[in-house]
């Protein structure tokens, strides 16, 4: 399968550190937070790999290559002018095929083992759900969550005494969607990821999965620090 990660964000909670380094390219243990995501699906089995990139895209290009020193093949979409996440992917579909993909958060770090992906890809395929999401909990800079999570499908927040906030998950950054579901965005146009959830799970048609492992939002230099251990 192919998986693509994200890293056309402007990155601004992150300022100054992006203001010369794109958000991916920034180290976390040693290494850009983008390339754990590139060794992992490469373990994982998964080597073509689709990159979006807007705010000093050329970094990213030159820092990378073609993938081929990580054992990947990585091709880029570049966008000029970030695109948020759905505009992003829609813009790149010409290179993601028509089978179910992956998509990952350039920024993030986390330990989700990616060996998953493929099998839940499959699944996806078979049921004719549009997405499949990793879910994580919430932390604390997100206290109030994004979506609830029953029987391994994915439903709108609800808080009440039968359905208490615990209940309520962190949507991740980590994904898998049918092409389809980005196919009436006019390519080249800007477009959030949310509506389209929220759209697709009022019609029961994403399913999910509760990650308990390491998971970090490395979106502000205190974060960074925290992830680095300093």
């Known amino acids: 399968m192919l998986a693509m990660l994200l890293a056309a964000g402007r990155g601004e909670r992150m300022r100054p550190l992006t203001d010369h380094t794109p958000k991916p390219l ?14 992992r699906l490469v373990r994982a ?14 970094q990213i290009e030159s820092s990378l290559g073609d993938g081929s020193r990580f054992g990947a093949h990585i091709r880029y979409s570049a966008e000029g ?15 993601l095929g028509s089978e179910p993909f992956a998509v990952v958060n350039g920024d993030i770090y986390c330990d989700y083992d990616f060996a998953h992906l493929p099998a839940r890809a499959a699944a996806l395929q078979a049921s ?28 709108e927040p609800v808080t009440s005494v039968l ?4 209940s309520i998950l962190t949507f991740s950054g980590i994904g ?11 390519r080249g146009s800007i477009a959030p990821l949310a509506p389209l ?17 390491i998971w970090v939002d490395a979106g502000t230099p205190e974060r960074l620090a925290e992830l680095n251990g300093q």
């Not at 002018?81 to 290179?95: D, F, M, N, S, V």
């Not at 997405?131 to 609830?148: E, K, R, W, Y």
């Not at 898998?176 to 006019?186: A, M, N, S, V």
Request: zero cysteines; charged letters at 15%.
């Open 26 to 39: 920034l180290e976390a243990g040693g290494k850009p937070l983008i390339v754990w995501h590139i060794e």
């Open 45 to 58: 089995g998964i080597r073509e790999i689709v990159i979006n990139h807007a705010h000093l895209g050329a």
């Open 81 to 95: 002018t970030a695109l948020e996440t759905a505009g992003g992917i829609a813009y790149a579909l010409p290179l």
């Open 128 to 155: 004719g759900d549009a997405a499949h999401l990793v879910l994580v909990n919430n932390p604390p800079q997100h206290p109030n969550g994004d979506f609830g999570l029953t029987d391994g499908r994915v439903t």
């Open 163 to 166: 359905s208490p906030q615990s």
């Open 176 to 186: 898998i969607y049918q092409p389809g579901l980005f196919t009436h965005i006019p």
């Open 197 to 213: 959830l929220h759209a697709q799970i009022a019609l029961g048609k994403v399913s999910g999965e509760h990650h308990r492992g």
